[in-house]
């Protein structure tokens, strides 16, 4: 489905990143993982994926550093003939706080981590995708960027600027041939939920429709579909995956 296209997956090492970084290999992609601090996770998640038989590249760097997308993007002209395929804006951290005791670094590290770190990528990326004429961009927003939630007016800021910023990027490069759309998660069973006591996950599934927490490959298989031919007449989209916490 994916065989010989080339993916940048930045967040990609672990939790949810990982799992769309699998499936891709598992289709065909070779792909290019970004991480921030854990080395040790990305040569061992480098290795897993090896033994797909696709190419597997991992670069340390802050998405939140526009040096770190200007690297990437030197990277695929080096490794990969200038040629990417697929880009997923995975790369995110949330630091939750009620708003009067929240910082304006508090606030400031999440935007430039969620939502500028999107940017900077898109906008060396899509430089490389424009002179082929082809190109999916795949943003990771959150139900939080679409309904809200207390403690979180930093992250919820972030992931609807995601929202607006991948409406306009659609607009912006479909006629030249780039799809941009969105997933927007619900409650995700990663790292960052393994902190939850059971009680706690199994009061969060009662307000889920479907009854459950998600998993890290419903979202990567959200990603599969809009990162292959399947979804070749879909742009501009945010699609939610959350069992339908939202609806």
């Given at each position: ?44 998640t480098a290795d897993e994926l090896k033994e797909m038989g696709t190419e597997v590249r991992v670069l340390k760097g802050d998405v939140a550093d526009p040096e ?47 939502l500028n770190g999107a940017f900077y990528m898109m906008k060396e990326l899509s430089a490389l995708m424009v002179k082929k004429r082809s190109g999916s961009i ?91 031919g399947m979804s070749s007449y879909v742009t501009g989209q945010v699609i939610s995956v959350d069992g339908g916490l939202i609806m």
């Open positions: 489905m994916l065989k010989d296209k080339t993916a940048v997956i930045t967040g990609g090492v672990r939790g949810i990143g990982k799992a769309i970084a699998r499936v891709f290999c598992e289709n065909g992609a070779n792909v290019v993982l970004c991480y921030r601090s854990n080395d040790a996770e990305a040569e061992k770190t997308a200007k690297k990437i993007a030197e990277l695929i002209k080096t490794d990969f003939d200038k040629k990417v395929d697929i880009l997923v804006n995975n790369a995110g951290i949330t630091n939750d706080k009620l708003m009067m005791r929240m910082s304006d670094e508090d606030f400031t590290k999440v935007i430039n981590a969620n795949i943003n990771m927003a959150s139900v939080s960027g679409l309904k809200g939630n207390p403690a979180q007016v930093n992250y919820s800021a972030s992931k609807a600027g995601i929202v607006g910023m991948t409406l306009s990027a659609a607009k912006e490069l479909g006629r030249r041939g780039i799809r941009v759309n969105a997933i927007a998660p619900g409650f995700i069973e990663t790292d960052m939920t393994a902190v939850l006591t059971d009680e706690q996950k199994d009061n969060a599934a009662k307000n889920i429709t479907l009854g459950r927490l998600g998993q890290p490959e419903d979202i990567a298989n959200a990603a599969l579909f809009l990162a292959s």
